[in-house]
């Protein structure tokens, strides 16, 4: 769905396809000609440095998502999320990074998260990449502590699970 918006609305117009694509993947979202994260409006012109566009490209982009009832509902309604994952070492949590076959399959997390529960490890967090917008989607799973070394081979028989890291 996402990439048919984002081709069907942005059509031609690669750099505020871009901005769009940015937005959904950090949760910014647009009200009253702004992009905001959270409450927390962000500057037009830091962004489109960040991103590589031109200024004008992000305001074209706002007016194309509020001039498009189908975009305004989506792009209002974006949330951005914390992730612990980079955190994690600090506070000695454990991270395990799931590299799944094909991402779209049901179960990889419910099957990762059982295995964790069978050694009686808590999850403080699971964070998944959308498959649709992420070119090589994860899943990342923050866990109460550091992981044994053991548990790869387990994680790597998973259903769906290509491949297994351990922070």
Known sequence: MWKRLLAEFFKGQPAQQKVAQTMLSYGLRVKDGKILC??????????????????????????????????????????????F?????????GVVEII????????????????????????????????????????FIVTEKSLPTGIIKKLQKAKGVKGVTVY
């Open 38 to 83: 959270g409450k927390i409006e962000i500057s037009l012109s830091k962004m489109a440095r960040a991103i590589g566009v031109d200024r004008r490209a992000v305001m074209m982009a706002i007016a194309t998502i509020e001039s498009k009832e189908e975009l305004r509902k989506i792009f209002s309604l974006l949330q951005p999320t914390c992730s």
């Open 100 to 139: 799944p076959s094909d991402a779209s399959m049901p179960g990889i997390l419910a099957d990762v998260a059982t295995i964790l529960a069978k050694e009686g490890i808590s999850i403080r967090q699971a964070n998944v990449d959308d498959y649709v917008i992420a070119e090589e989607p994860r899943l």
């Open 85 to 93: 994952k980079e955190l994690a070492p600090e506070m000695e949590w």
